[in-house]
C-alpha cells in the first residue's frame, strides 16, 4: 500500500519539475533555509501532493524545492515528517521512497540533534558515522550501533570529510542516536545514550535511514548540534534554541552540503 502511495505521490511531483533531480536532500530544524542556495527554484508544497500530512512543527515548512547546485539537480525537503508527531513510519518514510522514485542515486539526511559529548560545541556539525534505536519500538533490549554499509556507506563520508578538510570546515563524526520525542529526553537518558556509544540524540533521521538503504540510495546523514543534551548544562532545553543555533550554524552547514553536492555531481556518485 505505501509503495502505491508513494508512486502516485511521485507521479503527483513528477509532472511539476523541470528535470529529475539526482540527489535529495532532507533539511532538518533550523535548517530548512538551504534551500535558498539551489538556482533556479521550482517549489512544490505538501498540500498537492497525494498522501503527504501537513507538518505540524515550528521551523519546518511544508515544501519541496527542486533546484541545481553547481547544475546538479537536487530536490530538498524543507519539513519532514517525525514519528512523535502520530505519523506512522511508513508515514515517516513516504518522502524518502517518493524520491527514489524520482530516480534519485543519492540522499543527505540532516538533522537537528542534542550534543551529547560533554567537549563538543553548540553549533558543532557531526557526520553520522552510526545510529542507535533508542526508541525501544522494537526492542526492549539496549540498542546496538549500526554502522558501515549500506545505512553509512564510507564512500559518501570520505567525500564529506575531503570537502570539509578543503574548506577549512571542521566537523565532528559520530553516532546518532534516535529518540521518540516529542520531549526531550531526560538526563539519565542522556548518560546511558552516551554510556551505548551515542554522540547525538534526535527525534528524526533513522527510519529515514533504513527507508533509504532499502530502496538502495547512498545516504549521508549530517547533525547540526543546536543545545547540549538534558542534564549537560545547568539551563532547560527549549526549542527555539535549536532552531537559533541551527540558523546560526547555517551558513556553514550551507558551504559543507554546497560542497558535497559539487562533488557529487562531478564524481558521478
Ligand atoms: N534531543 C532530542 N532531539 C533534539 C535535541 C535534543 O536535545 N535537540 C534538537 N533535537
Known amino acids: 500500500m505505501i509503495l502505491t ?4 505521490a511521485a507521479a503527483a511531483v513528477r509532472t511539476r519539475l523541470p528535470g529529475s533531480p539526482r540527489v535529495a536532500i532532507i533539511l532538518g530544524s533550523g535548517l530548512a533555509d538551504f534551500a535558498g542556495n539551489l538556482a533556479d527554484p521550482v517549489t512544490v508544497s505538501y498540500g498537492d501532493i497525494p498522501h503527504y500530512p501537513q507538518p505540524t512543527v515550528p521551523g519546518h515548512v511544508g515544501r519541496l524545492v527542486y533546484g541545481t547546485a553547481d547544475g546538479l539537480p537536487v530536490i530538498a525537503a524543507r519539513g519532514r515528517f517525525h514519528y512523535y508527531e502520530g505519523h506512522s513510519l511508513e508515514t515517516v518514510t513516504l518522502p524518502v521512497r517518493l524520491f527514489a522514485r524520482l530516480g534519485v542515486e543519492s540522499i543527505i ?15 558543532d556539525l557531526m557526520l553520522i558515522t552510526g545510529h542507535l534505536d533508542y ?23 570520505d567525500l564529506a570529510r575531503q570537502v570539509a578538510g578543503e574548506n ?3 566537523i565532528r563524526e559520530g553516532v546518532y542516536a534516535w529518540c521518540l520525542g516529542p520531549a526531550f529526553e531526560t538526563p539519565a537518558e542522556i548518560r546511558e545514550i552516551r554510556a551505548l556509544g551515542g554522540h547525538a540524540a534526535g527525534m528524526s533521521t533513522v527510519p529515514e535511514i533504513r527507508a533509504a538503504a532499502e530502496e538502495g540510495l547512498k545516504v549521508l546523514g549530517i547533525s547540526c548540534l543546536t543545545n547540549y543534551a538534558a542534564g549537560m548544562r545547568d539551563q532547560p532545553l527549549n526549542h527555539k534554541e535549536v532552531l537559533d543555533t541551527g540558523r546560526r550554524a547555517k551558513d556553514t552547514f550551507a558551504r559543507l552540503v554546497l560542497g558535497v553536492l559539487e562533488r ?3 564524481e558521478e556518485l
Do not use: K, R
Request: glycine share 12%; charged share 15%; net charge negative.
Open 5 to 8: 502511495f508513494a508512486e502516485e
Open 135 to 157: 526508541t525501544f519500538i522494537e526492542s526492549a533490549a539496549d540498542p546496538e550501533i549500526i554502522s558501515g554499509e549500506p545505512y553509512h556507506p564510507p564512500q559518501l563520508l
Open 109 to 123: 539526511l540532516t538533522n537537528a540533534a542534542g550534543c551529547v559529548c560533554p567537549g563538543w560545541n553548540e553549533g
Open 168 to 170: 577549512g570546515i571542521s
Open 264 to 266: 557529487m555531481g562531478i
